[in-house]
Each structure stands twice: as C-alpha cells, then as structure tokens.
C-alpha cells in the first residue's frame, strides 16, 4: 500500500525565514500528491496539489514540485510569517482509492 | 456555513457506551470518509463509502461501524467505546474521479472516553 514518510518537528522559525518541509512517499503507479494545513481547532484544509511528474503545485507563497525520480514532494516557502503557524501534512493517492497522509509536521514562526 | 458538518465538536463519555458522531455535507460529493487523529500518527482512515450503497472498511475499523443514511449525511458509531478510542475524529469528502480530487474536511469531533 501507499506510505508517507515526513520530516519530524516542530520545527521553529523567524518570521521573513525560508521553509521546507520534506516529503517521501511510496506509491504504486502514478499517484497524486498533495499537502494540506490544519490551523488549531479546525480541519485540515488542501493548501496545493500536483498529479504528475514534474508538476508544481503552489498557493499563498507555498511551492511543491512532484519528483518522481526521487519520490518526493517536499514544501517550500521564501519567506513564512507568524500566520503560517501550523500543522501540515503530505499526503499521497492513487485513484481515488487510497489516501494516506503522513505524520504532520508542527510548524512554529516567532515574530 | 460549513460545507461538512460534524456533531458533536466535543464529546465525553463513559466505557462502555455506545457513540454516535454524524457528519453531513452540503457539496454534493458521493464519497465520505471517517478518519481519526492522534498526536505522532497523523490521520488514520477508519471507513470510507464511495457512494449510498457502498462501504469499506479502512486501516483501523475494529470497534467502529458506519451507516450511509443518503448521499450527505455519514455517520461513524463506537458500539462500546474504550478509553483508546479517545482521540480527534474526521470526516471528509471528495469528489469521483481519477485520484487528483481532494478530500474536504469537517472541523472534527473531540472524543473523550473515560
């Protein structure tokens, strides 16, 4: 079956500091990837997606490139504010019909 | 309003009892999905129904059960809860389709068993 495999937090940054988040998976096929947000008190929401090789999924300054080569999906941010503060989670699917998500990773950005 | 609704938000009981946690959705999507989260482990899929009449066990459906009433409305039970049935509880839904369609959440039921 699929797994997601992310890098352990929390992780604490400066406010204006880059980001990543890295991001594994094993999948069989051509599987979708996805990353998603959960602010406290509330459900996980999509953040952006990719559902093929090379594609680049971003929003609200958030970039991920889908590399198959190295089966990974890992989030990047130039430049997180106190706002980004969060739990995320990469997650992985194959047609609908095997949705994994991985660990979340608790992200903390001081002022 | 939300577009996927659970009741309760928050919920404390007693081993033994039997629970029911509702989930209705407002998108029009034919699949659901219950999943629930605990601190380290991310989310774990308990049941997942693909439309009214269909349903499927996920990773950890031991001690749990579902009912598809409609197309909007799943509901997750615990027939005789535990206290490591204790945790935070989602439903979701999503569209049909190729695997590229997100799942879209509630904003989860906080279970305690005591």
């Known amino acids: 079956g699929n797994s997601v495999t992310q890098m352990e937090g929390p992780v604490t940054l400066s406010e204006e500091a880059f980001l990543t988040i890295n991001c594994t998976y094993t999948a069989t096929g051509y599987p979708s990837l996805f990353w998603y947000v959960q602010y406290p008190g509330e459900g996980l929401q999509l953040l952006l997606k990719a559902t093929k090789a090379d594609d680049k999924g971003s929003n609200k300054g958030f970039e991920a490139t889908y590399r198959k080569e190295t089966t990974s999906f890992h989030l990047e941010k130039g430049s997180v504010q106190v706002s980004d503060s969060a739990v995320y989670f990469c997650a992985v699917d194959n047609y609908g019909q095997n949705f994994v998500f991985g660990p979340g990773t608790r992200l903390s950005v001081l002022p | 309003d939300a577009d996927v609704t659970q009741t309760p938000r928050n919920r404390i009981t007693k081993t033994g009892k039997r629970i029911m946690l509702e989930c209705s959705q407002t998108?029009?999507?034919?699949?659901m999905y219950w999943y629930r989260q605990d601190p380290g482990l991310g989310l774990r899929l308990i049941y997942y129904?693909?439309?009214?009449?269909?349903?499927n066990k996920g990773e950890i459906s031991d001690g749990y059960s579902v009912s598809r009433q409609a197309q909007a409305k799943f509901s997750l039970s615990l027939e005789s809860a535990i206290p490591n049935q204790t945790a935070l509880y989602f439903c979701?839904?999503?569209?049909?389709?190729?695997?590229?369609?997100?799942?879209?959440f509630g904003d989860g039921t906080r279970l305690s068993i005591l």
């Open positions: 979701a839904t999503s569209e049909q389709g190729a695997g590229n369609q997100p799942q879209h």
């Open positions: 129904s693909f439309d009214v009449k269909d349903i």
């Open positions: 998108k029009g999507h034919d699949r």
